[in-house]
């Protein structure tokens, strides 16, 4: 079991930053894939980014690409998403996410563990 609870979010105008902070907790994290989903109204929940606790390895989903950073706090046990130049598409509900690590996938339907959701507003 791993439980994620999540914090930060808000309304934050274009062009501007924000981040988002993912407290991990439960025996098994350390040996799982860590990650960010957002979900838009009307829309399918979209990867973000992910982290591979167990190796250092990140991933990135294209809208993002290049204006996002993904890290952890292995102490704090803590994962953190930051995004850059935001725009108003990037506007929906941010959720932290989990599954071990196997494999490779960015389908939400292979995560297991979610946190309570955020919501990021940017406005234009």
């Known amino acids: 079991q791993v439980q994620l609870v999540q914090s930060g979010g808000g309304l934050v105008q274009a062009g501007g930053s924000l981040t988002l902070s993912c407290s991990a907790s439960?025996?098994?994290?350390?040996?799982?894939?860590m990650g960010w989903f957002r979900q838009a109204p009307g829309k399918d929940r979209e990867f973000i980014a992910s982290?591979?606790?167990?190796?250092?390895?990140?991933r990135f989903g294209n809208s993002v690409k290049g204006r996002t950073t993904i890290s952890r706090d292995i102490a704090k046990a803590m994962v953190y998403l930051q995004m850059n130049n935001l725009k108003h598409e990037d506007t929906g509900v941010y959720y932290c996410?989990?599954?071990?690590?196997?494999?490779?996938?960015?389908?939400?339907?292979?995560?297991?563990?979610w946190g309570q959701g955020t919501q990021v507003t940017v406005s234009s």
């Open positions: 996410a989990a599954r071990p690590a196997v494999g490779v996938t960015t389908s939400p339907k292979d995560w297991y563990y």
């Open positions: 439960g025996r098994t994290f350390s040996s799982s894939v």
């Open positions: 982290f591979n606790w167990a190796n250092g390895t990140t």
